[in-house]
């Protein structure tokens, strides 16, 4: 069962189970204390307090009422004195005789106190008379005889009482050292008991974690002795300590892989080394055949070195001409954004004299129509002036004068219409003309509005010329740039080969250098094989 445990619960176990066990064992010893002191509270309670009671009533009723009365008959105390000490002594003692009656007692007790409670007040009952009595006088011999009387027989059951409170606090006594006795054997059992178990789980504890620990170092010392990794360890349970077992176990297994990997590779290696030489000596005659490849390419580079320096300069010198048509174009741009504008203004003046000139249409209407009116008034004139004459001849030679007033007024009306009629050709003919006119300039807008159309296409053609002008100024430099640095890379390349000329005279060396070290290799392998057969795998 405890293999199932880990290690930390087995320690906790020896730990948490002593502290239960004091944990009871105190929890008890706290009980047994208290039901002690809960026994020692009750015997001081009911045994000591009323003990202590019952004794002052005996002293004051049986010892000190009589020596007091004995005194005033002997004449040391005046009466007066007697009476006030004998209320003070029996007030005191029916006090103390009342908180002893109030207190728990036996069914033995109570018999007792009441057998006794008689006597008490036979005797308070005298000494109430026998104060009475007292006059200024001492008392009698009888009464005295009398007082002796009635306290020799409560003194007696007194002193009873008093001997069974002591019995009883004896009893109380004996079950209290019973209940100590049987508490301390209790006590002693537990801590024994707890001792045994505490040996008895330490012993099983010790023993589950010390038989893991013995068969995991028996079988490292074996590993280590006999260099067998096919050994495991054999743990049972899922403590910690199994899990060190099989982490071991993984471990070792990953060696053992380990090993048959190198074993395998040792072989490997000696089969590989032979071969390595085989290659070393290929490689000898192949860097030689490599060399004279590499004299071949570096003329070759050579050549193509000078075409890329041809290439750039055409490159420069195509850059220079489309920057040349680049500068053209935005000449040629900027004449066609003036012709434009040119011809925004024109048509813009062609449109302004369309609207003159349709005033000035409007106009020759309006004045023809004052040309009428004046017809009009022409005609008029000339019939009031031919009623004029009409009426001077009737008048004869009285209406002379008025008749050439007629006739001039006549010619003067015949003369405005014809001059109206003048200016009312002269208007038509304007009229005509205007019209003629003003299709004129709506022609002439119309050809200015498709001039300018073409003027922004042409300007839209030369931009686009302009950009393709541009993106080949772009793309002749990096030509250029690229030719640049193909030159720098061909002068690298040549470096390289160069170098790699050289270098193919260290490889060939080199080359027979690795035949020497794949023989020391095989050697090395051959070495290492022996030294990892030793392992059980």
């Given at each position: 069962m405890?293999?199932f445990?880990?290690?930390?619960q087995?320690?906790?176990?020896?730990?948490?189970?002593?502290?239960l066990?004091?944990?009871?064992?105190?929890?008890?010893v706290?009980?047994?204390?208290?039901k002690?002191?809960h026994e020692?509270?009750?015997?001081?309670e009911?045994?000591?307090?009323p003990m202590?009671?019952?004794s002052?009533?005996?002293?004051?009723?049986?010892?000190?009422?009589?020596k007091l009365?004995?005194?005033?008959?002997?004449g040391?105390?005046?009466?007066?004195?007697l009476?006030?000490?004998?209320?003070?002594?029996l007030?005191?003692s029916?006090?103390?005789?009342?908180?002893?009656?109030?207190?728990d007692?036996g069914p033995?007790e109570?018999?007792m106190?009441?057998a006794?409670?008689p006597?008490?007040?036979?005797f308070?009952?005298?000494?109430?008379?026998?104060?009475?009595?007292?006059?200024?006088?001492?008392v009698?011999?009888s009464?005295?005889?009398?007082l002796f009387a009635?306290?020799?027989?409560?003194?007696?059951q007194?002193k009873?009482?008093?001997e069974?409170?002591?019995?009883?606090?004896r009893?109380?006594?004996?079950?209290g050292?019973?209940?100590?006795?049987?508490?301390?054997?209790?006590?002693i059992?537990?801590?024994?008991?707890?001792?045994?178990?505490?040996?008895?789980?330490g012993v099983?504890?010790?023993?589950?974690?010390?038989?893991?620990l013995?068969?995991?170092g028996?079988?490292?010392?074996?590993i280590t002795?006999?260099?067998?990794l096919?050994?495991r360890?054999r743990l049972?349970?899922?403590?910690?300590?199994a899990?060190?077992?099989?982490?071991f176990?993984?471990?070792v297994?990953?060696?053992?892989?380990?090993?048959?990997?190198?074993l395998?590779?040792?072989?490997?290696?000696?089969?590989?080394?032979e071969?390595?030489?085989?290659?070393?000596?290929?490689?000898?005659?192949?860097?030689?055949?490599?060399?004279?490849?590499?004299t071949?390419?570096?003329?070759a580079v050579t050549?193509?070195?000078a075409a890329?320096?041809?290439?750039?300069?055409?490159a420069?010198?195509?850059?220079?001409?489309?920057?040349?048509?680049?500068t053209?174009?935005?000449?040629g741009?900027?004449a066609?954004?003036?012709s434009i504008d040119?011809?925004?203004v024109?048509?813009?003046?062609?449109?302004?004299?369309?609207?003159?000139?349709?005033?000035?249409?409007?106009?020759?209407?309006?004045i023809?129509q004052?040309?009428?009116?004046?017809?009009?008034?022409?005609?008029?004139?000339?019939?009031?002036?031919?009623?004029?004459a009409?009426?001077?001849?009737r008048?004869g030679?009285?209406?002379?004068?008025?008749?050439v007033?007629?006739?001039?007024?006549?010619?003067?009306a015949?003369d405005?219409?014809?001059?109206?009629?003048?200016?009312?050709e002269?208007?038509g003919?304007?009229?005509?003309?205007s019209?003629r006119?003003?299709?004129?300039?709506?022609?002439?807008?119309?050809?200015?509005?498709?001039s300018?159309?073409?003027?922004?296409k042409?300007?839209?053609?030369i931009s686009?010329?302009?950009?393709q002008?541009?993106?080949?100024?772009?793309?002749?430099?990096?030509?250029?740039?690229?030719?640049?640095?193909q030159?720098?890379?061909?002068?690298?390349?040549?470096?390289?080969?160069?170098?790699?000329?050289?270098?193919?005279a260290?490889?060939?060396e080199n080359?027979?250098?690795?035949?020497l070290?794949?023989?020391?290799l095989?050697?090395?392998?051959?070495?290492?094989?022996?030294?990892?057969?030793?392992?059980?795998?």
């Amino acid at each position: 069962m405890l293999l199932f445990l880990t290690v930390k619960q087995r320690i906790l176990l020896i730990v948490s189970l002593p502290l239960l066990v004091f944990a009871l064992v105190g929890a008890f010893v706290i009980f047994e204390l208290g039901k002690l002191q809960h026994e020692i509270d009750e015997m001081f309670e009911q045994r000591v307090i009323p003990m202590h009671e019952i004794s002052i009533v005996k002293n004051d009723l049986v010892v000190t009422i009589p020596k007091l009365v004995y005194s005033n008959f002997s004449g040391k105390l005046a009466s007066y004195d007697l009476k006030k000490e004998l209320d003070l002594t029996l007030a005191h003692s029916m006090s103390e005789w009342h908180k002893y009656r109030a207190l728990d007692h036996g069914p033995l007790e109570n018999q007792m106190i009441v057998a006794i409670s008689p006597d008490i007040e036979a005797f308070s009952n005298f000494l109430s008379e026998l104060k009475d009595s007292i006059n200024g006088q001492p008392v009698s011999k009888s009464q005295i005889d009398n007082l002796f009387a009635l306290s020799k027989p409560l003194s007696d059951q007194i002193k009873g009482l008093m001997e069974k409170q002591l019995e009883m606090s004896r009893e109380l006594k004996q079950q209290g050292d019973k209940n100590a006795q049987l508490s301390r054997q209790i006590i002693i059992g537990s801590v024994v008991g707890m001792i045994f178990l505490l040996g008895v789980i330490g012993v099983v504890v010790f023993r589950s974690i010390n038989k893991s620990l013995t068969e995991l170092g028996n079988t490292i010392s074996h590993i280590t002795k006999s260099a067998d990794l096919t050994v495991r360890v054999r743990l049972e349970g899922t403590d910690e300590l199994a899990k060190i077992g099989e982490a071991f176990n993984a471990m070792v297994a990953k060696l053992q892989n380990l090993v048959n990997n190198i074993l395998s590779g040792v072989m490997t290696l000696s089969s590989a080394s032979e071969e390595m030489s085989a290659i070393s000596n290929m490689m000898a005659a192949t860097s030689e055949q490599q060399s004279q490849q590499t004299t071949l390419i570096a003329s070759a580079v050579t050549e193509m070195n000078a075409a890329i320096h041809e290439v750039s300069q055409n490159a420069v010198s195509t850059s220079s001409r489309a920057g040349d048509v680049e500068t053209l174009t935005r000449e040629g741009t900027t004449a066609i954004r003036e012709s434009i504008d040119s011809v925004n203004v024109l048509a813009t003046t062609v449109l302004t004299n369309g609207k003159l000139i349709q005033d000035l249409n409007q106009q020759s209407n309006e004045i023809n129509q004052v040309v009428l009116m004046i017809r009009g008034v022409a005609e008029q004139t000339n019939l009031l002036a031919l009623n004029a004459a009409i009426e001077a001849a009737r008048a004869g030679d009285s209406g002379r004068g008025f008749a050439v007033v007629a006739d001039e007024v006549r010619q003067l009306a015949h003369d405005t219409q014809k001059a109206t009629e003048s200016i009312s050709e002269m208007i038509g003919r304007l009229q005509s003309m205007s019209e003629r006119a003003v299709k004129e300039m709506a022609d002439a807008e119309q050809s200015a509005q498709s001039s300018m159309e073409k003027a922004e296409k042409s300007s839209a053609i030369i931009s686009q010329i302009q950009a393709q002008m541009n993106e080949i100024v772009l793309m002749n430099a990096q030509v250029s740039s690229a030719t640049e640095e193909q030159s720098t890379v061909i002068a690298e390349i040549t470096q390289s080969i160069t170098e790699f000329h050289e270098s193919i005279a260290a490889v060939t060396e080199n080359a027979q250098q690795n035949a020497l070290a794949s023989s020391d290799l095989a050697n090395l392998g051959a070495s290492l094989k022996g030294e990892v057969e030793q392992f059980v795998v």
